[in-house]
């Protein structure tokens, strides 16, 4: 008259996993996520600044027409060197240049007075 | 942490953003140094064609896979898992690991520059000779060399200076620690530079700057440098990564809910989870992590709190859909369910039902009916027979919930005394399921529900042996904590009945120490003042065994009744006996077994006064009926036995024969071993009583049951149930003194003052009836 019965603890479990079902962050695709943006900026680097045109250059393309006095030829020393793009600077198709290298505004093209004195 | 992450993360319109990948930390630098070595050995054992020894680089694979998962560790943890005797690193290789960190460290940062070139990264992804750039150990690689190229210089000296700490902490501890001298482990500096401290200060990180404090010039440490506990993983030295955290997490709660004791302590478990939620605050999981914890613990305030703060944290949106709050209902409803506030779980309950029925999310509707039937302990019969009819093809969280509302069913069954026949088909159903879908705890479930069946309806021999079969399997098993805790209780009980005290002492042990606190310490806290208040009435000692019927009243309350009734009952106290029966009698929802054992007690009240009337006879012979319908022998024999007794009394011998022969069958098989011995004494007393007045008769059969007393007096005697020997042997004095026998009459008469002189017992105990 002794024994009793021992039920087992009928319960689900206390984590219901399905509380967690978030988008598995794949580790693989993260990180060549990573190495795609370091390879394109590397590669960037190559081609950064190729349609920068070298000092007093100006690009020219079927574009924009604008005004001559604002274009300015480079000076005495270089049209020597670039004579064969002088007829290029004839045509009135320019594009108008940026801030990011030297406009005569900034230099003295014409000044006799050079930084580099003999 | 940016600030508008985490409140992206809150967002509810917002789709999710992966998180960013986190600074690689001079744990995973060593651990990418020591992959370098192996490749490079690797590599110089295939140009050379000498084949490297198979069970070393597997060794070797095993021992990566453990540290990718494992949190980042001290210097000198990693130095000793290497030098493990499990993980054993090659000589040679350890050696030149070694010297690649000192070297490291002594080059100054162009080292770190050179291993975090990209070529170096590749050559240890290479094709024929590294590792392969989609395994683990690939991406593992990956990722921290991914992060380090992005390095700015401050970033870099930063993480230079992190590195030396490291290297030079470890480094010392292991001067300092039991291990001989390590080869190469010189320290080129002259002084330490100080760890970076990060922008959140916390005295973890104030300890390891104070540990690593520029020492003086010489390189051999002094004692006194407590070095050897080093800093655990929160300073700048080891950080979570959010790989490691899911490997940790997941470990953790699965041992939490299954084998309690092989998890972490609490405390630690606490420190643990708060340096992950440190170093990834934007992740859910650890929240919850700590919220286990604190129940596990039962702190209800601080569990409530952990509980919101998972909330708080959990995202909003799920699969481009509105999740919505009924898991976080449920959730709640199961906390306050542990802690038994049961109004409160039904009231989060209902809310929980509403919103699942709101956003059609059927998972969470089954698993809150789930939790409403367990706590009104009520099962509507038509929804588990439509579920087992549709059973089949459903998907495994619903084929759980229907296992698991059949063994409900089962339970609910024999607590109110159905046939045992349709109980066992349910569970031969329940068991269908489980052996096609391999559910283990499901499976021990079922095991430990059939021993607490058997043992309702009396077969208590095989319910110990399922009991048996449960706790040795119990590998196989290995996820069913629970189970195991029934089983136990129920296997020290009976061991206890059969007079194996210490058996039962050891296994009572063994599940305190398995399962420390409620709830699932509730099966052998009960165990427990079962053994005691047996071992109290066997032995006499009343006061012991009210006491612990006093313990089992905060558990069981109407079992602690019956109880407190049974030991008045053998104090032959029947008056407060009889009141404590009339006030079970009255109470209504009482499982049938116990309804059946009061009948029972009320029939020994009655026995025992002296005054019997015809009307017991009639109440233990309706008694005997009602448990003839529900198939319980085994009850059935116990009154049997008493009827027999009642019937000497009144003076039909035969009749009691009859009964008592009835009886001793069951009895036998099934009984603990005082039932086996009461009963044995009862049928010799019957044997006795039918030999009549004729002396010759009466001789023979007293001589031929001496043995059948004798092995009584011994049962008893293993019991400690000293009233009871001696009832014996004043039986078997007087009796030799009626025929005559006076020199068997001495021994025994003998025997009686040897055991009164041991064992005491007042005088009122002895010839008691139960």
Redesign the interface.
């Known amino acids: 008259m002794s024994m009793i019965p021992f039920f087992p603890n009928l319960q689900p479990s206390v984590p219901n996993q399905y509380w967690f079902d978030m988008v598995p962050v794949s580790e693989e695709s993260q990180t060549t996520r990573y190495e795609d943006e370091r390879r394109t900026w590397r590669e960037s680097m190559k081609t950064a600044a190729t349609d920068l045109q070298p000092l007093g250059k100006v690009l020219t393309l079927p574009g924009i027409e604008t005004d001559d006095e604002d274009v300015v030829t480079a000076n005495d020393d270089s049209e020597d060197s670039d004579s064969h793009d002088e007829e290029d600077d004839e045509t009135n198709d320019r594009i108008p240049v940026t801030q990011d290298f030297y406009s005569a505004d900034d230099i003295q093209m014409n000044d006799d007075t050079s930084a580099t004195a003999p | 942490m940016n600030l508008f992450e985490e409140l992206d993360t809150l967002e509810p319109s917002g789709k ?1 953003t ?2 960013r ?1 986190e600074n690689p930390t001079p744990h995973k630098i060593a651990v990418l140094i020591l992959l370098k070595q192996y490749i490079a050995d690797k590599k110089s054992s295939l140009d050379s064609g000498v084949i490297m020894n198979p069970q070393r680089r597997r060794m070797f694979c095993m021992l990566m896979f453990k540290i990718v998962q494992e949190a980042d560790m001290s210097y000198y943890k990693f130095h000793n898992l290497l030098t493990s005797h499990r993980y054993k690193l090659d000589t040679l290789l350890l050696e030149a690991f070694e010297k690649a960190m000192s070297e490291f460290c002594a080059n100054g940062i162009e080292a770190l520059f050179d291993f975090s070139e990209s070529q170096n990264i590749d050559n240890l992804l290479n094709e024929s000779w590294g590792v392969s750039q ?1 395994s683990m150990m690939g ?1 593992y690689v ?2 921290v060399g ?2 380090l ?2 390095f700015s210089f401050s970033e870099m000296v930063g993480m230079y200076k992190n590195f030396c700490t490291y290297y030079e902490t470890g480094v010392r501890a292991l001067a300092v620690g039991p291990n001989k001298q390590i080869a190469g482990g010189i320290l080129h500096r002259a002084e330490t530079p100080p760890a970076t401290t990060e922008e959140k200060t916390d005295d973890k990180n104030e300890v390891a700057l104070r540990i690593n404090k520029p020492e003086s010039a010489n390189a051999a440490p002094s004692c006194s440098d407590a070095v050897v506990t080093e800093p655990t993983g929160s300073s700048s030295m080891g950080k979570w990564a ?2 490691q955290a899911k490997v940790f997490i997941n470990k953790q ?1 699965e041992l939490l ?1 299954h084998s309690e004791r092989n998890a972490l302590p609490p405390i630690e478990l606490h420190r643990k989870v708060q340096e992950i939620i440190n170093d990834i605050p934007l992740a ?2 650890p929240y ?1 992590l700590g919220y ?1 914890n604190q ?1 596990r613990v039962r702190d209800y305030k601080n569990a409530l709190a952990a509980l919101h703060r998972a909330l708080d944290r ?2 909003v949106r ?2 481009s859909q509105e999740k919505g709050y009924q ?2 209902c ?2 709640l409803a ?1 906390l306050h ?2 802690f038994g506030h049961r109004d409160e779980a039904l009231a989060a309950l209902r809310e929980g039902i509403m919103l699942a029925q709101e956003h059609g999310d059927k ?2 509707l089954n ?1 809150a009916n ?2 409403y039937c ?1 706590l009104r302990d009520e099962l509507p019969l038509s929804s588990v027979q439509r579920s087992v009819a549709e059973a089949a093809d459903t998907d495994g ?1 619903l084929l ?2 229907h296992t ?1 509302a059949l ?2 069913a089962v ?1 609910l069954g ?1 607590v109110a005394g159905y046939q045992p026949l349709r109980l066992f088909d349910l569970l031969q159903r329940s068991d269908n399921l489980t052996n096609r879908n391999n559910f283990a705890d499901h499976a ?2 079922a095991l ?2 059939r ?3 058997w ?2 309806y009396g077969r ?1 021999e095989l ?1 110990a042996l399922y009991a048996q079969l449960l706790l040795v399997e119990r590998d196989r098993f290995c996820r ?1 904590s ?2 195991v ?3 136990l ?2 296997y020290a ?2 061991l206890q ?1 059969q007079g194996e005290m210490q058996l039962s002492h050891v296994l009572l042990y063994r599940a305190r120490e398995h399962l420390p606190r409620m ?2 310490a509730e ?1 052998w806290m ?2 427990q003042c ?1 053994v005691i208040i ?1 071992s109290g009435i066997y032995r006499c000692r009343w006061h012991d065994a009210m006491k612990a019927c006093d313990q089992l009243h905060l558990l069981d309350p109407a ?1 602690a009744m019956l109880q407190r009734a ?1 030991i008045y009952v053998a104090k032959r106290e029947f008056f407060n006996a009889r009141r404590l029966l009339d006030k079970l009698v009255s109470q209504t929802q009482m499982p049938f ?1 116990i309804r059946i ?1 009061v009948q ?1 007690l009320l029939g020994y009240c009655s026995l025992a006064d002296g005054r019997f009337s015809s009307e017991t006879v009639t109440l233990l012979l309706g008694v005997a009926e009602e448990m003839t319908e529900s198939q319980m022998d085994y ?1 059935l024999a ?1 009154v049997d036995m008493v009827l027999a007794q009642l019937l000497l009394l009144l003076g039909m011998p035969q009749k009691a024969y009859q009964a008592i022969k009835h009886c001793m069958e069951d009895v036998h098989i099934n009984g ?1 071993l ?2 086996r011995a009461k009963t044995d004494f009862v049928f010799v007393r019957c044997l006795l009583a039918i030999a009549g007045t004729d002396a010759d008769l009466r001789k023979a059969q007293l001589l031929k049951s001496v043995d059948v007393l004798q092995r009584a007096a011994q049962a008893f005697k293993k019991l400690e149930a000293h009233a009871k020997v001696l009832d014996v042997y004043v039986f078997l004095a007087q009796r030799f003194n009626e025929i005559g026998e006076r020199q068997l009459r001495n021994k025994y008469a003998g025997e009686f003052r040897r055991y009164y002189t041991e064992h005491p017992i007042p005088r009122e105990y002895l010839g008691m009836v139960y």
């Open positions: 999710p992966p998180p990948i989609f991406v990956r990722r991914v992060v190229e992005r959010p790989k709660s809910e859910t999981t919850f286990m129940l959990s995202p799920m699969m898991y976080f449920v959730n199961v369910a542990t998972r969470s698993l789930t939790w367990l969280s759980q919930n698991l063994h409900f339970k024999t021990s479930e430990a529900l021993s607490a069946v043992c309702a208590h319910s069913g629970a189970s805790g029934s089983a209780a129920s009980l009976w009945l709830p699932s099966c009960i165990s079962h047996q079992d049974t077994l054992r029972l009850e116990l603990g005082y039932e």
